[in-house]
């Protein structure tokens, strides 16, 4: 199996930022998606970001897009998340999974998840 474990969460002021690191070992399928969620207390499971591992090709959610950048180092394998302009609303774990498909963003297409990172915004 792939294993993610993801590190890098803390809290941050608004208007902050933040780089999130998801480090994969274990088998990777090549041309896998790895991807980036968050869950709020009470809300459903958000895809934010995704990126294909042999391409590098990117894809945003609208909430996050212009402040969050998704990016990988295929030699260390890892994938990272810089959060810029963060927002009290950003509060919420967060989490990297890895996909076969390549291009997804739903939840239920994602085989592996890390155990998550918390990300708190104070106002």
């Known amino acids: 199996q792939v294993q993610l474990v993801e590190s890098g969460g803390g809290l941050v002021q608004a208007g902050g930022s933040l780089r999130l690191s998801c480090a994969v070992s274990g088998r990777t399928f090549s041309g896998n998606r790895i991807g980036w969620f968050r869950q709020a207390p009470g809300k459903e499971r958000e895809f934010l970001t995704g990126?294909?591992?042999?391409?590098?090709?990117?894809s945003y959610a609208d909430s996050v897009k212009g402040r969050f950048t998704i990016s990988r180092d295929n030699a260390k394998n890892t994938v990272y998340l810089q959060m810029n302009s963060l927002k009290p609303q950003d509060t919420a774990d967060y989490y990297c999974?890895?996909?076969?498909?390549?291009?997804?963003?739903?939840?239920?297409?994602?085989?592996?998840w890390g155990q998550g990172t918390q990300v708190t915004v104070s106002s």
């Open positions: 990126i294909t591992w042999s391409g590098g090709i990117t």
């Open positions: 999974a890895a996909s076969r498909s390549l291009i997804s963003s739903s939840v239920t297409d994602y085989d592996y």
